[in-house]
């Protein structure tokens, strides 16, 4: 191996280490929250259920009037919206996760589709 080798495998290498990535195939997995129609479920602590029709378009959910954007992950997505944060993980055909205010677990939230 010659030494111009060497060192382009060296930098190759650092890149990668600091960048977290591998050297080929580093592309990143996205479960992309899918577009359609919806049925939002979020169950409190103290046992209120509330349920509302959402649309996925984009990277956003639409409900009641309000465009709430999801940042895309490896297992569904996540919503911060008004303080509040919505982790969606895929499970079926919908999605379904946790609600949090702060640091505080507020309950559960689901994505259920409709037809």
Known sequence: MSIKTKIAAGLLVGAAALTGT???????????????????VESGIFGTVQRAPATVRGNAVYMRGAR??????RAGGVIDYSGARYVLNKRGAGYS???????????????????
């Open 22 to 40: 591998a050297a080929i195939g580093a592309g990143e997995a996205s479960a992309k929250v899918a577009p359609g129609r919806y049925t939002w």
């Open 68 to 73: 709430m954007p999801i940042a895309s992950t």
């Open 97 to 115: 996760g946790s609600a949090y205010l702060g640091p505080f677990r507020t309950g559960d939230v689901k994505l259920l589709p409709r037809r």
